[in-house]
């Protein structure tokens, strides 16, 4: 009985230093992911920190213009549905079919001819409608035709006071009959 008491009390033993290792094991295993957890947590504290004081724009001061956003790259706008008018011809029924994009490196300047454009397309039309056939055969008469219309355009913006202008009218589609 004594050994069997004695062979217990040894079990007993190994079983709590088996319990002491685990608990020793699972509590540097916590450890270890609560550490992940605080360095995941100062990165991303970090990366905040330098898009707020890096990358975020300035806020624009009270009673200060904000300057437009002027890219290297151009921005286009396609006024869609195309164009599809009669030409000014007294002896024949002659039409112009066009598809029209507007080019601008001002996004601004887009998002500005997108607010007025019925009436921007109403003075195109009225423009395309005047044209005489053999006014625009050549080449030239069609970069006159291109010329008119960015006039046209930027003349809506100004009558609106629109401190924003579009730099060219392309003509991606040109049918004349």
Request: proline letters at 5%; charged letters at 20%; hydrophobic letters at 45%.
């Amino acid at each position: 009985m004594a050994e069997s008491t004695t062979a217990n009390a040894e079990d007993l033993d190994v079983e709590a230093q088996a319990e002491g290792n685990e608990v020793q094991e699972t509590g540097k295993g916590s450890r270890k992911w609560l550490w992940i957890f605080l360095l995941l947590i100062v990165f991303a504290g970090g990366g905040a920190a330098g898009w707020f004081f890096f990358l975020k724009p300035a806020p624009a001061v009270e009673g200060e213009i904000a300057e437009p956003v002027v890219s290297s790259k151009p921005h286009y706008l396609e006024l869609d549905p195309g164009f599809v008018v009669n030409l000014d011809d007294p002896d024949l029924m002659r039409y112009l079919q066009l598809n029209v994009q507007i080019m601008a490196h001002d996004s601004q300047a887009l998002a500005e001819v997108e607010t007025y454009m019925p009436e921007i397309r109403n003075r195109l039309l009225l423009l395309f409608a005047q044209q005489k056939f053999a006014q625009l055969i050549p080449r030239s008469g069609k970069e006159n035709l291109q010329a008119a219309a960015r006039d046209e355009i930027n003349a809506v913006l100004k009558a609106h006071s629109v401190q924003t202008s579009i730099e060219a009218v392309l003509f991606t589609s040109f049918v004349m009959q």
